[in-house]
């Protein structure tokens, strides 16, 4: 890898490992965009760039979100009968999300992710500082059937499902802390999934660069990863002393226009 691309994936990790710890979002908001322009930038992209950035996306969603999920354990945050509870429908989902998403055309993909990202950056913006109402959280299979459309979803899209778990399980009653924590939990074997899936769907497919693993990109991963890891405890800890509700409004209009530019381009 060429110094200046690893520096521009190293950057790409930091930014996303930040915003992951400082709003409680899944980095994946970030890396996925980032990607997008960077594989191209530095010879890397092809027809399959969407499926490599959403692909290589979830693969350093499994460093950064263990590192996350252990973090908060040890402060007694995440609610494990929880994650017990979502993890079935989550690795069914995301299993069946990624393999789907190997077959989908790349412009499709790109223009789902763009409308993601318009989708997130505008209930961020609406939502920011303001309490939301609460019901009682679902059990059965009402609770498998919403881990299993997170989990699809979030493998197609290339994230840690962070951006649509918190705000469901928040809804439902649990503790806003408790929740993000129990969503890094979740994470993991999401990403773990979604990332074999995607080993699976693009292994052997012509015109995937040198150091593909199917359409994970792993030099690309090992190095946002190597950045996102440390800064998403930088992020958690800003997050105690800088105004979280006017950083929200700040990411909700720079997520609306990346969706907007993804989806014209």
Do not use: N
């Not at 069914?92 to 190997?102: D, E, F, P, Q, T």
């Not at 997170?150 to 806003?176: C, D, E, F, K």
């Not at 994470?187 to 015109?207: E, I, M, Q, T, Y």
């Amino acid at each position: 890898m060429e110094p200046l691309a690893a520096l521009a994936f190293l950057a790409t990790g930091a930014l996303a490992g930040l915003a992951a710890g400082l709003l409680g979002i899944g980095g994946g908001a970030v890396i996925v965009p980032a990607l997008l322009v960077l594989l191209p930038a530095f010879g890397a992209g092809g027809p399959w760039t969407p499926h490599q950035a959403v692909a290589t996306s979830l693969a350093t969603v499994v460093a950064a979100g263990s590192a996350s999920a252990l973090s908060h354990h040890r402060r007694g945050a995440v609610r494990w009968g929880l994650v017990w509870r979502l993890a079935p429908g989550i690795v069914m989902g995301a299993g069946c999300g990624a393999l789907v998403a190997g077959w989908l055309p790349a412009l499709w993909l790109q223009r789902l992710f763009a409308v993601f990202l318009l989708l997130s950056g505008m209930r961020m913006l609406l939502a920011a500082g303001k309490p939301a109402p609460t019901r009682a959280l679902p059990t059965g299979r009402v609770l498998t059937a919403a881990g299993g459309g997170i989990g699809a979803l979030s493998a197609v899209l290339g994230i840690g499902g962070g951006t649509m778990l918190v705000p469901y399980l928040a809804r439902h009653g649990v503790v806003l802390r408790q929740a993000v924590a129990t969503s890094s939990a979740c994470g993991v074997p999401l990403a773990l999934v979604g990332s074999l899936g995607f080993v699976l769907s693009g292994w052997g497919r012509d015109g995937l660069p040198a150091g593909s693993l199917g359409f994970v990109l792993w030099p690309a991963a090992l190095a946002v990863a190597a950045a996102a890891v440390p800064l998403a405890g930088v992020g958690a800890r800003l997050a105690h002393r800088l105004p979280t509700a006017t950083l929200k409004r700040v990411f909700s209009v720079l997520l609306l226009m990346v969706g907007l530019r993804l989806l014209v381009t």
